[in-house]
């Protein structure tokens, strides 16, 4: 038992090195990393290492900060802040533009009134049946994972629509 405390101690501190196995004449079995008469090559599997989850979180925390993380600005075309729309059946046009534009892993949310009312692949809605009075607009872009990347300055605009009460007689 206490050769083989030996060899896996020779196993763990000479890896580099060849270590002989010699066979004496009483039967017992020596390791050495002399060669000596007699002795045989012995053959060791590779040492099984284990990085830490330590160091792995560092490499991969240095990894992140070597590539930039890309800063999104997203703003609101249209309607314009403070801008008042006309249209009886309540049709508004939105359109946002961001910078640098991107090609893919997301979607374009657009809130009114603090609600979520349309999701799309471009930065573009058209809504309908939109009452009339003020409204508060904003636009987020949100990528595959749900994390919001940018989002619009919050943007009032007033729908007007003809009523039916103030048409003269």
């Known amino acids: 038992m206490r050769y083989f405390w030996l060899m896996l ?7 580099a090195d060849t270590l002989y196995k010699v066979i004496k004449a009483d039967g017992t079995v020596m390791y050495t990393d002399q060669p000596v008469a007699g002795a045989e090559p012995v053959e060791l599997p590779r040492v099984n290492t284990a990085e830490s989850l330590a160091a792995k979180n560092a490499a991969a925390s240095r990894n992140k900060s070597d590539r ?7 703003s609101i075309l249209y ?3 403070q801008q008042t729309l006309r249209d009886n059946q309540g049709k508004v046009t939105v359109v946002a533009q961001m910078q640098p534009q991107t090609t893919g892993a997301g979607a374009f949310e657009l ?12 930065p573009r809605f058209e809504l309908t049946e939109v009452n009339r009075g003020a409204h508060t607009i904003e636009v987020r872009y949100v990528n595959n994972s749900g994390k919001v990347l940018a989002s619009s300055s919050p943007t ?14």
């Open 111 to 122: 809130l009114m009134d603090g609600k979520s009312l349309a999701t799309s692949p471009s």
């Open 9 to 15: 101690l020779l196993m763990t501190t000479a890896q």
């Open 68 to 74: 930039p993380e890309v800063q999104y600005q997203l």
């Open 79 to 81: 309607p314009k802040s």
């Open 156 to 169: 009032e605009f007033f729908l007007h629509q003809a009523s039916v009460l103030n048409r003269p007689q």
